[in-house]
């Protein structure tokens, strides 16, 4: 089974950021990680605000996902999402700038606070994204 792929696509409402096969998918569900290879048992997913760790024989590269579900067949997984973006595409300024204003707006108590949570949720992973990268 080792030599056998899986489709991986990834869709969002403005692109369609990935379609190609791979070995390995590592995603963050609403009920935690998990791994997806050939021959997965078909099951459709909610996604969490994540990486998805996209592995390819020796090479592993990584997107980042706000949301969403995931379609898996034995041999392929679809990911719809709101968002996913590229480690290189993010503004790691502008990702820690909005961090700190989501966490100024979590103290202040009239705050919308889900919409400070997703805010700070948001840059916290393309914070994350971007140490990633910088480790490989």
Not at 36 to 54: E, M, N, S
Request: proline share 3%; glycine share 6%.
């Amino acid at each position: 089974m080792a030599d056998k792929k899986i489709r991986l696509r990834i869709v969002t409402p403005t692109r369609e950021l990935y379609d190609k096969p791979i070995d390995m998918l590592i995603m963050r569900t609403s009920t935690g990680d998990m791994g997806v290879l050939y021959g997965h048992q078909p099951t459709t997913t909610t996604l969490a605000y994540g990486l998805l760790r996209i592995i390819n024989g020796e090479d592993e590269i990584c997107a980042t996902v706000f949301g969403g579900f995931a379609t898996i067949t034995n041999d392929s997984v679809t990911i719809i999402s709101d968002a996913s973006e590229w480690p290189d595409e993010i503004d790691i300024k502008r990702a820690e700038e909005a961090k700190e204003r989501a966490e100024a707006r979590l103290k202040q108590s009239n705050a919308d606070m889900a919409r400070a949570e997703l805010s700070l949720k948001r840059s916290l992973v393309r914070m994350q994204a971007k140490n990633y990268m910088h480790k490989k």
